[in-house]
């Protein structure tokens, strides 16, 4: 399974332990919004309280041993609107050491092309 097939996975699941292991203890997560950074505890912190935001139609558009690119739509907890997020990864020894989100916001009359 590539990093990013494990990372969703356990995103999914809200498996704490599996995303500590994912994710590196130097990860810095750098969201689109705010122009906040986060840490490794602030991304884990999102699913232990199960507050995390969900996501479909995940895709990962480029993935090697150095970098990933995905995209999937994500729906928020707190009722925002949805949006489609692009995510650019790095890894180091198999673990995300940095994401970076870009994203666009979704009408709440979206429909996903070919559902």
Not at 23 to 44: A, E, Q, R, Y
Request: charged share 25%.
């Amino acid at each position: 399974m590539s990093v990013i097939e494990a990372y969703n996975d356990a995103w999914d699941r809200g498996d704490v332990k599996a995303l500590d292991e994912i994710i590196h203890d130097d990860c810095v997560f750098n969201p689109h919004v705010g122009g906040i950074t986060m840490s490794k505890s602030d991304i884990l912190g999102f699913v232990s309280n199960n507050e995390r935001p969900t996501s479909e139609n995940n895709r990962i558009l480029y993935e090697n041993e150095d970098v990933g690119v995905a995209h999937s739509i994500v729906h928020f907890p707190n009722g925002s609107d949805s949006e489609a997020v692009m995510s650019f990864m790095r890894f180091k020894n198999g673990q995300i050491i940095s994401m970076e989100t870009g994203a666009t916001p979704l009408s709440d009359d979206y429909n996903l092309i070919g559902s």
